[in-house]
């Protein structure tokens, strides 16, 4: 019987992402939610608060970090507001 090494019967901690964090397991349908939660974002946004809103007011509210992920969330909510 093969002994196995005491520091292998625990598996690494699973290590969550960052919120935003481009993996390589990046899929359609998970940007396809990114681009809904920002067409949702500003949809729940009043008449006067998007007529008040400019390039850095709406990057402000994207919570993605990463380029590919900033870029859709900004997509779905300028797709929202007509623009």
């Keep these: 019987m093969k002994q196995q090494n005491p520091k292998s019967k625990n598996p690494p901690a699973a290590v969550k992402p960052e919120r935003g964090a481009v993996t390589g397991t990046e899929t359609a349908f998970t940007l396809s939610r990114v681009y809904a939660e920002g067409w949702n974002a500003a949809k729940k946004l009043t008449a006067s608060e998007c007529d008040d809103l400019d390039p850095k007011s709406?990057?402000?509210?994207n919570p993605y970090g990463t380029d590919v992920k900033r870029q859709r969330w900004s997509d779905g909510f300028a797709k929202a507001l007509g623009r």
Aim: proline share 0%; aromatic share 0%.
């Design 58 to 61: 709406m990057a402000a509210l």
